[in-house]
């Protein structure tokens, strides 16, 4: 089972997350969107450069239009780019041109899970991304994701099987509730972001390496039960 921890903020916190088991990392940088543990261009690339060959590297922008997406990959050079603003989504002509300016680069697509509609979105995206990721939406948060929500998992599972590409459900995941969302929808992967952090005291976040060790264990524990 695939694991995917957002949003990392420093070297330590992506080391920590190799040790775990973790299979990629994201880190939310660059943005100028004041989007939750946002971090800069210069720190999104330490970040990467320190765990570079041993996990895998995501960038997620919420941007409005390809430009500035295409300068943040030139700078972080990820191994994944992860759209998930509100604005603008991939498209097929947007996937040709960012894998000529990042040869080798994959492109995730996230998925409001917002009823019933997302299945056929997510059908429509898969049809030229890499992967979906079904997250879900703070009206308070740009972008999809970064809410802490748990999804509809019913119309997750509806999406893992209609489309032929990897699914990876994200949404309120944690250590405590992970092995009941694989058992429910079966995706290829999960991802957590809000309920591996630990809150600081003055009101910002850090991931929290026992919950992310634990969040994996339960990630993969389920998945050898369900022999996913």
């Known amino acids: 089972m695939f694991t995917q921890i957002y949003s990392i903020q420093t070297v330590e916190e992506a080391l920590e997350c190799v040790r775990a088991g ?5 880190v939310a940088s660059g943005t100028g969107a004041g989007l939750p543990a946002e971090i800069s261009l210069e720190q999104g690339r330490a970040v990467f450069d320190a765990a570079r060959g041993r996990i895998g590297l995501v960038a997620l922008t919420v941007a409005d239009g390809p430009d500035p997406i295409y300068e ?3 700078a972080l050079d990820p191994d994944v ?14 996937c040709a041109d960012i894998r000529r300016v ?7 697509q996230a998925i409001s899970v917002t009823g019933p509609e997302a299945v056929d979105k997510a059908e429509y995206f898969a049809s ?22 748990v999804n509809d998992w019913d119309v997750c599972a509806k999406i893992v099987k209609r489309v032929k590409c990897r699914v990876i459900l994200a949404g309120g995941l944690g250590p405590d509730n992970v092995a009941e969302a694989i058992a429910a929808v079966r995706p290829w992967g999960v991802d957590s972001m809000t309920r591996t952090n630990r ?4 009101g910002s976040v850090r991931k929290d390496a026992e919950k992310v060790r634990a969040f994996v264990r339960a990630a993969r524990e389920a998945a050898l039960k369900w022999g996913l």
Not at 128 to 145: A, E, H, K, Q, R
């Open 81 to 94: 780019v992860h759209l998930c603003g509100n604005n603008y989504a991939a498209d097929p002509a947007f």
């Open 72 to 74: 943040m990959a030139r």
């Open 128 to 149: 030229f991304c890499d992967t979906l990721i079904l997250d879900s939406s703070d009206p308070n948060i740009s972008g999809i994701g970064a809410s802490g929500i």
């Open 199 to 202: 809150a600081l005291p003055d």
């Open 22 to 26: 973790v299979d990629y990392i994201g």
């Open 102 to 108: 990042c040869p080798g680069i994959l492109v995730e």
